[in-house]
């Protein structure tokens, strides 16, 4: 009585092992195309030079990723609000789950929150978890938040070109996009796997609902 059905796509980057964070990264971007990897490191610079004061950081404590969850709620928020949609996070049920659950995960080591800031305020933040054992580390990117006043500098591909380098860098072998098939997704990677779900029927009725559908 048991059926299985393949889903959605979902992306995944091989990661390279390197000896340091940008030997590696550069190892990642000589993968990819020369227009792709000169946009990168244009945003990059571009990005450092209007914000120099700027830095990356790396909420993993049950505590700093408690006190970063609000940053990643408003600026998600935010961003989806500049393009005219509602974000997730606007479910205060939703915020309520993730405010409990997250510390209780980064306790067992499992959640991070990046964030990327100035002295005087958070300007884009990304939320994801860590799977696998230490041969087989994945980092599984969940949701992210920016400040759309910092749209023309980037601040998409300067987050997640930062935390996949900082992934590089801990030795974590796949960096997960999860479900969708946006094209950002698709700029990083042509590999993927796809969601699988299994449906099971027990009795008559089941088995009739299964073979009818």
Do not use: M
């Not at 889903?7 to 993968?31: D, I, K, W």
């Not at 005087?120 to 759309?148: C, I, K, N, T």
């Not at 996949?164 to 801990?170: K, L």
């Amino acid at each position: 009585g048991l059926t299985l059905e393949t889903g959605e796509a979902l992306p995944t980057l091989r990661l390279p092992r390197a000896a340091s964070a940008p030997e590696g990264f550069e190892a990642l971007l000589a993968q990819h195309s020369p227009n792709f990897r000169q946009e990168v490191r244009r945003r990059r610079r571009r990005w450092s030079r209007a914000l120099p004061q700027a830095w990356l950081e790396r909420a993993a404590a049950a505590a700093a990723v408690a006190a970063a969850l609000p940053h990643l709620f408003r600026l998600h928020n935010a961003r989806r609000a500049r393009l005219h949609s509602a974000g997730i996070f606007v479910s205060p049920r939703l915020q309520w789950f993730h405010s409990r659950v997250a510390p209780q995960l980064a306790a067992r080591g499992a959640a991070r929150v990046y964030l990327w800031r100035t002295p005087g305020a958070v300007l884009a933040a990304l939320y994801g978890l860590e799977a696998g054992p230490p041969a087989a580390r994945r980092f599984l990117y969940f949701q992210s938040g920016l400040d759309p006043e910092l749209a023309h500098l980037s601040p998409g591909t300067i987050l997640l070109s930062s935390v996949i380098e900082d992934c590089i860098a801990r030795g974590l072998q796949r960096f997960e996009f999860l479900r969708g098939d946006e094209g950002y997704k698709r700029r990083w990677t042509t590999e993927q796997e796809h969601s699988l779900t299994v449906r099971g029927a027990r009795g008559v009725p089941g088995r009739a609902y299964a073979w009818l559908r």
